[in-house]
């Protein structure tokens, strides 16, 4: 990947997550690993939405694991700067338990629950604050009233799980990861299975989160014209052949003027339009 741009500021409390040299892949068999991306520098900022563009097979998932830490990175570090401890440490510094009270994480599988109610699966969020019996007390509560109203689904929360539609469920994921009271939240893939209205109104939501509640909210997405629509900060992984992917950061209009996002999407029969950020396919 070569060295890229660090998008950093000097301003250390607009920033939560830091990459620095990071490099992101897996085992293969025979002990080998394979190198998805290197030389990863970039910030991810708090009270905005970010969105992860690019290709099917590029490495989005490898680097979105890495960063929720579901796998280790080959080499660099993840530094996590936690409002609530004013500490900024690296991403292997923390416990399990720590982690649980930094990263909430929103996986695009629908989860396979019955005879549980939105209420009772949104107060899971609060898991990590609970001890051994998993009892919740007068606090707990309060976190999960307030993330079910921060998430506008007090008319479900005494509805079963299994009743919802994908849009429904998708907002009471989020809610759960609301009530988690983490600094961080990634989501893979949140609108998939979602129509048109609902993934509109699911990305309105997250960028609604990110900028009242002050979170870092950082998700992968193929839904390419909204994200330009609705994200702060754009992250693109583009690849050229056999090399590994090159990654772009920046405002949609920044990816727009450089070209980046026209390589990613233009094909034979479809345009890009940088003034406009708006696609067009021949008829």
């Not at 394979?34 to 910030?43: D, H, L, P, Q, T």
């Not at 048109?196 to 997250?206: D, N």
């Not at 193929?222 to 990654?247: C, G, N, R, S, Y």
């Not at 996002?261 to 008829?283: C, H, M, W």
């Amino acid at each position: 990947m070569g060295d890229l741009v660090y998008l950093c500021t000097k301003d250390m409390n607009s920033e939560t997550i830091t990459l620095q040299n990071l490099s992101i892949g897996y085992r293969v068999k025979n002990h080998d690993t394979r190198v998805v991306a290197s030389g990863i520098n970039a910030c991810i900022k708090r009270g905005e939405l970010t969105c992860l563009l690019g290709a099917n097979g590029v490495g989005k998932s490898t680097l979105l694991r890495t960063l929720s830490a579901f796998q280790p990175a080959l080499a660099g570090d993840i530094i996590i700067y936690n409002p609530l401890t004013f500490h900024s440490l690296p991403l292997t510094s923390y416990s399990d338990k720590e982690l649980s009270r930094v990263i909430g994480v929103v996986l695009t599988e629908k989860p396979d629950i019955r005879n549980m109610s939105v209420r009772e699966l949104v107060a899971l969020g609060r898991s990590p604050y609970t001890g051994f019996w998993g009892t919740l007390h007068e606090d707990d509560w309060k976190a999960v009233v307030d993330a079910i109203e921060a998430v506008r689904i007090d008319n479900l929360s005494k509805r079963m799980i299994h009743t919802l539609s994908d849009g429904e469920r998708q907002k009471v994921m989020i809610a759960k990861a609301l009530a988690q009271q983490t600094p961080v939240i990634y989501l893979d893939e949140p609108t998939a299975f979602l129509d048109f209205p609902s993934k509109v109104e699911m990305m309105q939501l997250l960028r609604r989160l990110a900028q009242e509640r002050d979170k870092t909210i950082f998700l992968s997405t193929h839904d390419f014209e909204l994200a330009l629509q609705v994200a702060d900060t754009l992250w693109l992984m583009e690849k050229h052949d056999d090399e590994q992917p090159i990654l772009h950061i920046g405002t949609p209009q920044e990816l727009a003027s450089n070209g980046a996002l026209a390589r990613y999407v233009e094909r034979p029969g479809i345009t890009f339009d940088p003034q406009n950020l708006s696609v067009t396919v021949a008829k």
